[in-house]
């Protein structure tokens, strides 16, 4: 791989010490058709934006975790990938919503050794409570896939979140059979998660 794995964006006046709500962004915070490239495909699950603001409004950090494999796939660029994330942010913005920080990861799942960052490994819940001195002991996360499930639990989160939206469905019939390392909220999508 030619490009840097890796991106942290960093609000310009980010909460720090508190708790965070963790956000997976594909399926989660937005629909996800499948390796989004686009600023066109965006578009914000209804609802959500109301609930960031909710967790914003009770004292804690939101911060995006993001598998981005497509880019070590070579299926789109990072300027592809901060063309996305600068819609996402205006968006969300407009809705009163700014993100303290934003991690992604390029990896893909194929990389020898696995990513430390790639969810399921904790490496960007860990990076992220570095930068803003976050208090893991009472964050969460939100996801709707197993991987980002299973991050959560690697990173001693005490809760997290499964959403049924983007492949949440899909992945929630097999839930049952993952034995949790994590309490679980079940939701349909994030719009009805309060702090
Ligand atoms: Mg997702
Ligand atoms: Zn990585």
Redesign the pocket.
């Known amino acids: 791989m030619v490009e840097t794995p890796h991106r942290i964006y960093l609000a310009e006046s980010p909460v720090r010490g508190c708790p965070a709500l963790f956000l ?5 915070l937005i629909e ?1 058709p499948g390796y989004i490239a686009d600023p066109d495909e965006v578009r914000p699950i209804p609802g959500v934006a109301a609930a960031l603001g909710r967790f914003r409004a009770a004292g804690y950090a939101l911060v995006v975790v ?2 981005q494999s497509g880019i070590g796939r070579g299926l789109y660029s990072w300027a592809d990938y901060d063309a996305v994330a600068a819609r996402i942010e205006t968006l969300f913005a407009a809705d009163g919503v700014v993100f303290d920080t934003v991690l992604a990861c390029g990896h893909s799942p194929e990389t020898d050794p696995p990513c430390s960052w790639r969810k399921p490994a904790p490496g960007m819940i860990r990076e992220a409570a570095g930068l803003l001195s976050l208090d893991l002991s009472r964050s969460l996360l939100a ?3 197993l991987s ?1 499930l299973e991050a959560a639990a690697a990173a001693g989160l005490p809760r997290a979140v499964h959403v049924a939206s ?3 469905a899909a992945v929630r019939a097999a839930l049952a059979g993952w034995r949790a390392a994590i309490p679980l909220d079940l939701v349909d999508d994030l719009s009805a998660l309060s702090p």
């Open positions: 997976d962004r594909d399926g989660t996800d993001t598998n996801g709707d896939k980002d983007g492949q949440g």
